[in-house]
């Protein structure tokens, strides 16, 4: 592929895929279930959680800068099945987000132009009245940042990284204009919690949406083969951005709670608490300001999961796991264009759905990224050895650290308790009902597509999905088997 992004573009990549339109919608529903205090604490501990997987992450896209990220690293650390299986659920998590980033705009519009937007109703969905202007601009939406991707990572990677300046300057735009004005005052952030809510109760509720609020990090080593620097500087581009999403984050929460009372704000039952507290203290300008912000949100978020979406789809096609149509790169752009294609094809469906039946959709899939979190830091895991261990002559740079070992067991331990809090009943961010029949529809679709894969699959060795993969014969340290292996053969010769 074309090795045209730069390091700023790739920050804005994981930058602008973390905030989307949570960041500016969500705030008064984040301040109901923590109040300031849990809801500022829960994001600053979730950033750190991330940070500890984002180790793992830098140390495997260095290793290994090839498209796929996620499902590289789960066929490196653990075989094909596990391999088909994360880029499977990956690619549910990153279609769904593209369909979401789209419905979004939508409602921005809906919410600012009503009389407008509310016109042509068609019919109503999970009690959401859908209209035909907002399935027009969400189409419009997806064909454009389709077009934009296919005609290559530059002019996407520059598209992207100037929408998050302007998302940037909106933000602090807001901050300054609200903490600055002589009708707010810090007072309107008391009490710190929700009432009859322990702090460790308020924390844990907001951190159980980390791995929701920072999708979009994980987005860099899908692009990793298209870097035009070294894949040694990913791990500070990506803390950098979860770094950079926190502050975000905080500045709206800061900027609605100070604003006026938010116990009040957050049980008015208002469609868009973000904007009553905001123009209520800067008027027609906030209004302005949001929509700035929601636009370039939505789009980094659009064009960023376009990107990721569409290179796990050439990866798995790549390994054959899907028919190998989807490896083929344009021939003048040098892109992933029926990955793209695909994904496009497959969210057109989404706006004629509604939005509050694809939610049920999309909050699923933060177990697909979930799980990718952990096949990553398992990997990690497994390559990483401890620094008094004696060195394998073939050791990969960097592999011997007791203390990287240590995180990348932690970052395994935080994915699976984060999946926890997904999955178990009546934890603070367990599924719903509907999401939960929707993820056992994706795993009964993805066991009946592997077995109708199976055959050919058996037709490729290891080696030859290695190659195709990773573009090379992996390194010896990482063939785990053959080297568990070959102990066990030492043993039996020395017996």
């Known amino acids: 592929m074309a090795k045209t992004l730069k390091p700023h573009w790739v920050f804005a990549i994981a930058l602008g895929s973390a905030i989307g339109w949570g960041a500016f919608i969500l705030p008064t529903d984040w301040l109901s279930t923590g109040g300031p205090l849990g809801t500022l604490s829960g994001f600053a501990i979730g ?14 896209i260095r290793t290994f800068p090839v498209s796929g990220g996620e499902l590289a690293y789960a066929l490196i650390g653990y075989g094909r099945i596990h391999s088909f299986f994360a880029g499977w659920f990956l690619t549910l998590g990153y279609i769904c987000i593209v369909a979401l980033n789209a419905s979004a705009l939508a409602l921005l519009f809906r919410k600012i132009m009503p009389s407008v937007i509310e016109q042509g109703y068609l019919y109503t969905v999970a009690g959401w009245d859908v209209y035909l202007p907002e399935i027009l601009i969400s189409t419009t939406a997806l064909v454009v940042f389709a077009f934009l991707n296919i005609r290559g990572t530059a002019l996407s990677g520059r598209i992207q990284f100037w929408a998050c300046v302007l998302m940037i300057l909106a933000v602090i735009a807001i901050f300054i204009s609200v903490v600055a004005s002589p009708d707010t005052h810090f007072t309107n952030m008391s009490p710190a919690l929700p009432d009859g809510v322990s702090p460790v109760a308020a924390i844990i509720a907001i951190v159980a949406i980390a ?20 894949p040694s500087k990913a791990l500070r581009l990506i803390i950098l951005a979860i770094v950079a999403a926190t502050a975000l984050y905080m500045a709206m929460l800061v900027s609605v709670s100070v604003a006026e009372p938010w116990q009040a704000l957050a049980n008015s039952g208002s469609a868009w608490g973000t904007a009553d507290a905001v123009t209520g203290v800067i008027g027609g300008s906030g209004l302005l300001l949001l929509a700035i912000a929601i636009t370039m949100g ?4 659009l064009n960023g999961f376009y990107v990721s979406a569409s290179r796990v789809l050439m990866a798995m096609g790549r390994a054959e796991m899907i028919p190998p149509v989807f490896s083929r790169l344009h021939h003048k752009y040098k892109t992933p264009y029926v990955g793209i294609i695909a994904v496009l094809l497959v969210c057109l469906i989404s706006p004629w759905f509604g939005r509050a039946a694809l939610t049920w959709v999309v909050d699923m899939s933060s177990i697909g990224v979930t799980i990718a979190y952990l096949y990553t830091c398992l990997c990690a895991f497994r390559i990483f050895r401890p620094t008094h261990e004696a060195r394998d002559p073939e050791a990969l740079p960097g592999m011997y650290s007791t203390s990287k070992k240590v995180l990348s067991a932690i970052g395994a331990v935080v994915a699976l308790i984060f999946m926890l809090l997904l999955l178990v009943p009546g934890s603070p961010g367990a599924l719903g009902k509907e999401s939960l029949i929707a993820l056992a529809a994706w795993i009964v679709i993805g066991i009946i597509f592997f077995l109708s894969r199976i055959r050919h699959n058996r037709e490729l060795t290891d080696v030859q999905v290695d190659r195709l993969v990773l573009g090379d014969v992996r390194p010896a340290v990482t063939r785990f088997h053959e ?9 039996v010769h020395r017996e």
């Open 47 to 60: 950033a750190g959680l991330m940070i500890i997987i984002a180790i793992s992450y830098g140390f495997l």
């Open 211 to 230: 791995p929701w609020a920072f999708i979009g990090f994980d987005n860099v080593p899908q692009a990793a083969e298209e870097f035009d620097f070294s």
């Open 298 to 301: 939505v789009s980094t978020g």
């Open 483 to 491: 080297r568990a292996q070959m102990r066990k053969d030492g043993q």
